[in-house]
């Protein structure tokens, strides 16, 4: 894997990153993500030159064109999503040993009762946090909402508590030692996937 230094000159500009981020670690996974959502839009032919990245009112990055980008990582796990269908959000997190009790606050007391009865407790943990995350991330709205406001038990998922109400649904993707949830929107037609490892 290239360096910091040599991964950024493959970036295009408009595609690097503004966050300023405490851990080399942190750094490298969020430029291998524009670096991703840079190979995607040059496999579309989406000019690079012609492109410009904004944000929206609630901080959401957004593509002046009609694709919705949603990137995440996990340790050493990078996914970049490119959507021409709709808002999307993704993801991603390594399943590991957690001290439980510390997150049952991001949990309703349904959600909660649900994984202390799940036959793996760990796993299940893991499932509905990433739907939480990749319903928030599809509507960017990030960590402002309370988790406990990101109801995902149910088949379609809902975030309450804001002016409009949210909804979504999940398609989950299989990776092996992690937990992967992709959200779409509730009348998204037929999702397909095509799937492009570097």
């Known amino acids: 894997m290239p360096g910091l230094q040599t991964l950024k000159k493959k970036i295009a500009p408009?595609?690097?990153?503004?966050?300023?981020?405490?851990?080399e670690?942190?750094?490298?996974?969020?430029?291998?993500?524009?670096?991703?959502?840079?190979?995607?839009?040059?496999k579309k032919q989406v000019?690079?030159?012609?492109?410009?990245?904004?944000?929206?009112?609630?901080?959401?990055?957004?593509?002046?064109?009609?694709?919705d980008f949603s990137i995440t990582h996990s340790f050493d796990l990078v996914i970049c999503l490119v959507s021409d269908e709709g808002p999307v959000g993704v993801d991603v997190e390594?399943?590991?040993?957690?001290?439980?009790?510390?997150?049952?606050?991001?949990?309703?007391?349904?959600?909660?009762s649900f994984l202390?009865?799940?036959?793996?407790?760990?796993?299940s943990f893991f499932?509905?946090?990433?739907?939480?995350?990749?319903?928030?991330?599809?509507?960017?709205?990030?960590?402002?909402?309370?988790l406990t406001n990101v109801q995902v038990l149910d088949a379609v998922g809902i975030i309450t508590g804001m002016t409009s109400v949210y909804t979504g649904?999940?398609?989950?993707?299989?990776?092996?030692?992690?937990?992967?949830n992709i959200a779409v929107p509730e009348n998204a037609s037929r999702v397909q996937m095509e799937v492009v490892e570097f």
């Open 116 to 123: 202390m009865k799940a036959p793996n407790t760990i796993e």
């Open 127 to 146: 499932s509905l946090w990433t739907k939480k995350e990749s319903l928030l991330k599809m509507h960017g709205l990030g960590l402002q909402v309370p």
């Open 169 to 180: 649904v999940w398609c989950p993707y299989s990776i092996r030692d992690y937990s992967c």
């Open 94 to 112: 390594k399943i590991r040993d957690v001290p439980l009790e510390e997150y049952q606050s991001s949990f309703t007391e349904s959600e909660w």
């Open 14 to 23: 408009v595609l690097l990153p503004t966050t300023k981020y405490v851990f």
């Open 25 to 42: 670690g942190e750094l490298l996974n969020s430029l291998i993500g524009r670096w991703l959502l840079q190979c995607l839009l040059q």
């Open 47 to 67: 000019s690079l030159q012609k492109l410009h990245l904004t944000s929206d009112h609630q901080g959401k990055p957004r593509l002046s064109l009609p694709l």
